[in-house]
């Protein structure tokens, strides 16, 4: 008999481990263990969710008749990683090897080639692009942007193709799907279960073993299983998706969630699968209850994006979490710890992160990332807070967005600039301008907004990086156009809020 890995982000019954084996001959191992608990300090309900699922998930296998050998965190036996599971459950049913399905993290990838054990990886095949896809689609290119992968993902799935043409005649609704807040969300929020009694076993567990990580537990409304997800993403597509285009790059201070699917998490986990989702989404179009833009631009986020920052992930290799192209060395501030600040975009986005384990893209991409590319903060320290804080992260996916998209550490592989903005960007995508304390139209002085002065302290000490880059020229010549007593007093006084920030000093 051989053992069949399943690790906690592929709970999906069609997984290519699953399929290779044999029920009636072969042992289902899975495993909560603190090496995968605790790598990062993981949020609580991230935890909760995936040993909700997990527990879920085996019972399931069981119940359709594998035999499972389920390791709980609190088992005294519990060795503490995957590996040593996998070896003491080797040795108890004297297994001939392990088969298991590609992980997602090559930190995983290496443990397991190492062990002393013969081991049989397979592809995740879960994904729409192959390795060879990608890296197909990548030789010989100067310049790998997704917009070009994700029509040919399209053209690969039949999704919203009109012959041999996109439907609509463009490949791209994205300039549709800009507008700022609006005065009203309509959408009453994503949908949320009640813990059952084995969740609640598993949020008490989590609770006694990691306290002292940052984050709420409570209260928990995940779905932990593929049932509920589904009735998740079908409550989503009849109410959030028709409205979703317009204002996916909105943020509002009292509306956490918007129009977004929150489904990250479900797709990664493995208890959605990707191409259901965006066939079920393309079907709300065809059936006239949701308009192109919309339909067009969430599917572009998973067979267009998810599947290119994989294909990334995976091309660059082992160390492009490492990387730092523009040498920032500033230590994570508090602030990101929920330390106190009287920016209100900042304690906004980091108070949601704390309570939900969640926050959408652009609160990502243009608050928290856009704060820390600016403040010169070490990538390897934002990109080790994004993998812990929320509950769809997951280093595949997780570090091309962080180290790539938002702070620019990989030279530019994904993104043609840095992602970086004055706040007068979140002033016009959000409300939170009109409440804070510093004042967005104020570029020095007294009340002046962080991002006004941390904005052109980074253009201005990454001059000789991006003065000749064709998407920046305008923004440099405006900054040197500028009077020489003006700019001294920018950088001075960005400076000096930049000490305070190393100082540990509320900002």
């Given at each position: 008999?051989?053992l069949v890995?399943?690790?906690?982000?592929q709970l999906?019954?069609?997984?290519?481990a699953?399929?290779?084996c044999?029920?009636?001959?072969?042992v289902?191992?899975?495993?909560?263990?603190?090496?995968?608990?605790?790598?990062v300090?993981?949020?609580?309900k991230?935890?909760?969710f995936?040993f909700?699922?997990m527990?879920?998930?085996?019972?399931?296998?069981?119940?359709?008749g594998?035999?499972?050998?389920?390791?709980?965190?609190?088992?005294?036996?519990?060795?503490?990683s995957?590996?040593?599971?996998?070896?003491?459950?080797?040795?108890?049913h004297?297994?001939?090897g392990?088969v298991?399905?590609?992980?997602?993290?090559w930190?995983l990838?290496?443990?397991?080639?190492?062990m002393p054990?013969?081991?049989?990886s397979?592809?995740?095949d879960?994904?729409?692009a192959?390795?060879k896809?990608f890296?197909?689609?990548?030789?010989g290119?100067?310049?790998?942007?997704m917009?070009?992968?994700y029509?040919d993902?399209?053209r690969?799935?039949g999704?919203?193709i009109?012959?041999?043409?996109?439907e609509?005649?463009?490949?791209?609704?994205?300039?549709?799907?800009?507008?700022p807040?609006p005065?009203?969300?309509?959408?009453?929020g994503?949908?949320?279960?009640?813990?059952?009694?084995?969740v609640?076993?598993?949020?008490t567990?989590?609770?006694?073993?990691f306290?002292?990580?940052?984050?709420d537990?409570r209260?928990?409304?995940?779905?932990?299983?593929s049932g509920q997800?589904?009735?998740h993403?079908?409550?989503?597509?009849?109410h959030?998706?028709?409205?979703f285009?317009?204002?996916?790059?909105a943020?509002?201070q009292d509306?956490?969630f918007?129009y977004?699917?929150?489904?990250?998490?479900?797709l990664?986990a493995?208890?959605?699968?990707p191409?259901?989702?965006?066939q079920?989404?393309?079907?709300?179009y065809k059936?006239?209850?949701a308009?192109?833009n919309?339909?067009e631009?969430?599917?572009?986020?998973?067979i267009?994006?998810?599947?290119?920052v994989?294909g990334?992930?995976?091309?660059?290799?082992?160390?492009y979490t490492?990387r730092n192209?523009l040498?920032h060395?500033?230590?994570?501030?508090?602030?990101?710890?929920?330390g106190?600040?009287?920016?209100?975009?900042?304690?906004?986005?980091v108070?949601?992160?704390?309570e939900?384990?969640?926050?959408?893209?652009?609160q990502r991409l243009m608050?928290?990332?856009?704060?820390?590319?600016?403040?010169?903060?070490?990538?390897?320290?934002?990109?080790e807070?994004?993998?812990?804080?929320y509950a769809d992260?997951?280093?595949?996916?997780?570090?091309p967005?962080?180290?790539g998209?938002?702070?620019?550490?990989?030279?530019g592989?994904?993104a043609?600039?840095?992602?970086?903005?004055?706040g007068?960007?979140i002033n016009?995508?959000?409300?939170y301008c009109?409440s804070?304390?510093?004042?967005?139209t104020?570029?020095?002085?007294e009340?002046?907004?962080?991002?006004?002065?941390?904005y052109?302290?980074f253009?201005?000490?990454?001059?000789?990086?991006?003065?000749k880059?064709?998407?920046?020229?305008?923004?440099y010549?405006?900054?040197n156009?500028?009077?020489?007593?003006?700019?001294?007093?920018i950088?001075s006084?960005?400076k000096?809020?930049?000490d305070?920030l190393d100082?540990?000093?509320?900002?």
């Amino acid at each position: 008999m051989r053992l069949v890995l399943v690790l906690g982000d592929q709970l999906s019954e069609n997984l290519s481990a699953l399929r290779k084996c044999d029920k009636a001959a072969d042992v289902v191992v899975m495993a909560e263990v603190a090496n995968e608990a605790a790598y990062v300090p993981h949020h609580p309900k991230k935890i909760a969710f995936l040993f909700a699922a997990m527990r879920k998930f085996a019972a399931k296998l069981e119940s359709n008749g594998w035999q499972v050998a389920y390791t709980r965190l609190d088992d005294p036996q519990n060795s503490g990683s995957i590996t040593g599971e996998l070896l003491r459950r080797a040795a108890k049913h004297e297994a001939a090897g392990v088969v298991y399905t590609e992980p997602g993290e090559w930190r995983l990838i290496a443990a397991l080639g190492d062990m002393p054990l013969k081991t049989h990886s397979l592809p995740d095949d879960r994904f729409i692009a192959t390795h060879k896809d990608f890296e197909d689609w990548a030789d010989g290119r100067k310049q790998l942007r997704m917009e070009y992968f994700y029509r040919d993902m399209r053209r690969k799935t039949g999704l919203l193709i009109d012959g041999d043409q996109p439907e609509g005649g463009k490949w791209n609704y994205d300039h549709d799907n800009r507008k700022p807040a609006p005065d009203e969300v309509t959408f009453s929020g994503p949908m949320k279960f009640t813990p059952d009694e084995d969740v609640e076993e598993v949020l008490t567990l989590v609770e006694d073993r990691f306290a002292d990580n940052f984050g709420d537990i409570r209260p928990f409304w995940f779905a932990t299983d593929s049932g509920q997800a589904k009735q998740h993403l079908a409550h989503w597509l009849e109410h959030g998706l028709p409205k979703f285009g317009d204002f996916q790059d909105a943020m509002m201070q009292d509306q956490r969630f918007m129009y977004h699917a929150i489904i990250g998490l479900y797709l990664n986990a493995g208890l959605l699968d990707p191409l259901n989702v965006c066939q079920a989404a393309e079907r709300e179009y065809k059936n006239g209850n949701a308009p192109l833009n919309a339909v067009e631009g969430f599917i572009r986020q998973i067979i267009g994006w998810r599947e290119y920052v994989r294909g990334i992930y995976f091309h660059e290799g082992p160390d492009y979490t490492a990387r730092n192209h523009l040498n920032h060395d500033r230590d994570l501030p508090p602030v990101f710890w929920g330390g106190e600040t009287d920016m209100l975009c900042m304690q906004k986005a980091v108070a949601q992160t704390k309570e939900e384990a969640y926050a959408h893209h652009i609160q990502r991409l243009m608050v928290t990332g856009n704060f820390a590319l600016l403040a010169g903060i070490a990538p390897s320290q934002i990109h080790e807070w994004y993998l812990a804080v929320y509950a769809d992260a997951f280093e595949w996916v997780e570090a091309p967005n962080t180290i790539g998209m938002s702070q620019f550490a990989d030279g530019g592989i994904i993104a043609s600039k840095p992602y970086v903005s004055s706040g007068n960007y979140i002033n016009k995508m959000s409300d939170y301008c009109k409440s804070c304390r510093y004042s967005v139209t104020t570029k020095t002085g007294e009340g002046a907004c962080p991002f006004n002065l941390l904005y052109w302290h980074f253009m201005d000490r990454h001059q000789d990086t991006f003065a000749k880059n064709p998407r920046m020229g305008q923004m440099y010549a405006t900054w040197n156009r500028m009077d020489a007593d003006k700019r001294a007093l920018i950088l001075s006084e960005a400076k000096a809020w930049l000490d305070r920030l190393d100082a540990g000093e509320p900002v």
